[in-house]
């Protein structure tokens, strides 16, 4: 079946520090999401991304983080500067259409911050 | 706002036994229900899905009806195999502001003994 692809699987970064989380969404999808789970907790929604623009985010998308999509590549999400909090498993998404339709998972990337 | 409530952290059981695993949820608005699986190392991936109340829903040999009297969507399957051992996500679509998203459960993880 389609597949979401997520690059890396696991990244070790020092507080402070700038990361870029990438996602390789299916190919004719349209429609992003980035979801974080903390360990042990269920996976919350962050973001979700459309036509190059956020349509929506949550409360735990906060000012230091930003996603994009330059020119069909790579859908990114960048946290600069990272905190100690943003240790957690970060899941990408994509969906062909804006509805009930099924979201597809990449096998997330395992994100930790001394 | 929306929720969903999975009571179960672990279930353990042996192979051939049957299988259910409870999910209730909370919504003020449109009610579209997922069940996600996840293996290990794996991407979490759709199993099954219903919008329709009171009606039964089948994939891959597991079963869940939407009952929203109850507000809920328990999978349950009539014999567990080696193989169902994974991590099992309810979640509950929804449309914010702008697009949708998924509110997920906190899991059941699911072991099959022989």
């Known amino acids: 079946g389609p597949k979401v692809l997520q690059i890396p699987s696991h990244q070790i970064i020092d507080m402070g520090q700038m990361v870029t989380l990438n996602c390789d969404p299916v190919s004719n999808h349209l429609y992003f999401y980035w979801y974080k789970q903390i360990l042990g907790q269920q996976m919350e929604f962050l973001v979700n991304?459309?036509?190059?623009?956020?349509?929506?985010k949550s409360k735990l998308f906060k000012d230091q983080f930003s996603v994009e999509r330059p020119d069909g590549s790579y859908f990114t999400l960048k946290i600069q500067p990272t905190a100690l909090e943003d240790s957690a498993v970060y899941f990408c998404?994509?969906?062909?259409?804006?509805?009930?339709?099924?979201?597809?998972f990449g096998p997330g990337t395992r994100l930790t911050v001394l | 706002g929306d929720s969903v409530t999975q009571t179960e952290g672990l279930v353990t059981l042996t192979e051939g036994l049957p299988v259910m695993l409870n999910c209730t949820y909370q919504t003020a608005y449109s009610t579209f229900l997922f069940w996600y699986v996840q293996h290990l190392n794996e991407a979490p991936k759709l199993l099954l899905k219903?919008?329709?109340?009171?009606k039964r829903t089948e994939h891959q040999g597991f079963h869940a009806t939407l009952h929203k009297s109850s507000s809920s969507f328990h999978l349950q399957k009539s014999s567990a195999q080696l193989s169902d051992s994974a991590l099992y996500y309810c979640?509950?679509?929804?449309?914010?502001?702008?697009?949708?998203?998924?509110?997920f459960g906190t899991g059941t993880s699911l072991l099959v003994d022989p």
């Open positions: 979640a509950l679509s929804d449309r914010g502001n702008m697009g949708y998203k998924l509110t």
């Open positions: 219903s919008s329709t109340d009171n």
């Open positions: 998404a994509s969906s062909e259409q804006d509805n009930y339709a099924e979201q597809f």
């Open positions: 991304f459309y036509n190059g623009k956020v349509m929506e």
